[in-house]
């Protein structure tokens, strides 16, 4: 590389990339990334509809199985390459470049759509301080908040409608703080972030669980969360679940873990650092288990209700049930909201900077421009994107978005990645070479049979049941057209851009960066 832009990190100066501070700094990070919004509204309610507590052993098989041994390829990947997605894969092999800027695009997309997520929970801290929601929180966000376009009333799905004031406001200011972290780099930027909003998280959920744990009717929260249905565990459907819910929730498969890899030092612990980025993780997603349903078992007994009629995921989860609940809670029921929903905002922003950092990186490293001039470019352009969702028809988008470039987005991405890595450019020797090097704990065959076996087959098979089960069935019912340009299409435009991004020239070559003592 021609950019000799040093970065002076303890007693090394390394030519062009820019490293974390310390270990901590890049497992934080890689923590931040992993724990986001759906470890808090999607594995609760994905554990208690697929076995409660019989799930935990196919969830725990997976991730021991494809989560950690797709990390320990990824952090291989980035500290053995020195780069970002595209760039890792060029210099693995010139012809697969393609799929990292296919990675690439993908969280690009993610990014238009998450930030506006974030943005709905900023509103919503502000909201539960006199739960402004009142006594229909269902009716709040679709009509008051979000002004969803009235589909009884002639507009249908598709409709843009108009930008709603108090959707844009908390974007802007979304992407303000976003932003201006990635303007001051890794180390000064990203790294000192993740150790306010990670401790943080932590610490308000932490609250959040204590106090939900005291609560009349919590007992049948947690006994519906952890009750085994050991019938479910012989359904390939729930193990198909516990994969997919490892493999969504560790940011695995778009671009993200590669290029946080990529800051690390030479003499870096690659294996352990995968390990406690994983079980750091799922020690979330059980503590979200605990905190929501032990809310629900609350608010199923002041409503006389069943656990299985109050129990659902996703923005259902977090903006209409949790304002139900906060309705009647007793004392401090606005502090409590402050807290869920400020841990939302601070999980989808560490997550968020992640997501962007990816294409940031990318325009870096292909393009040789500084940092101030990628983020202003990507960051930027994702901004200026993410205002459709911000309109009163933005939540169909939204939907439909995040549905399928997860489902035929990330998971096929994953799935084109591990068997090009393994199968086609047999590089699993020498990655696992390359990361027991510098690892206290090295991996032996048991690494390259998940990767080249278990995890291909895993996801070869959920990509076939998830493409039978689109075809059979419109998502949501929504119409054909609509979800061809907003569903099908968006999915298959990141892989288009992925060989369209791949074919520009390297500004600078596909060099491995001279690293050298000081």
Known sequence: MTNTNKNRKGDKIVEGREQWGTRAGFILAAVGSAVGLGNIWRFPYVAYDNGGGAFFIPYLFALLTAGIPLLIMEFTMGHKYRGSAPLSFARMNKKTEWIGWWQVSIAFVISTYYAVI????????????????????????????????????????????????????????????????????????????????????????????????????????????????????????????????IFFSLSIAFAIMITYSSYLPKSADINNNAFIAAFSNSGVELLAGFGVFATLGFLAKQANLPIEDVATAGIGLAFVVFPEILNSFPGFNGLFGVLFFGSLVFAGLSSLISIVETFVSAIQDKFDVSRTKAVMVGGGLSALISILFATQGGLFFLDAVDYFINTFGIALAGLVSVITISWIVRNLKPFQEHANLTSDLRTGLWWKICLGVVTPGVLGYMFVLNLIDNLQKNYEDYPTAFLIYSGWGVALAAIIFGFILASLKWKNGLEMPEESEE
């Open 118 to 245: 974030i943005a709905w929970a900023m509103a919503y801290t502000y909201f539960a301080v006199s739960l402004q929601w009142g006594n229909d929180p269902g009716g709040f966000l679709m009509s008051n908040y979000l002004r969803r376009v009235d589909l009884v009333n002639g507009a249908s799905v598709g409709s843009v409608g108009s930008v709603v004031p108090g959707v844009f406001i908390p974007l802007v200011l979304v992407w303000v703080i976003s932003l201006a972290i990635l303007f001051k780099g890794v180390k000064q930027g990203i790294e000192k972030a993740n150790r306010i909003f990670i401790p943080t998280l932590v610490i308000m959920f932490l609250i959040i669980v204590i106090r939900a744990l005291t609560l009349e009717g919590a007992s049948i929260g947690l006994e519906a969360f952890f009750k085994p249905d050991w019938s479910k565990i012989a359904s390939p459907r729930v193990w198909v679940a516990a994969y997919g819910q």
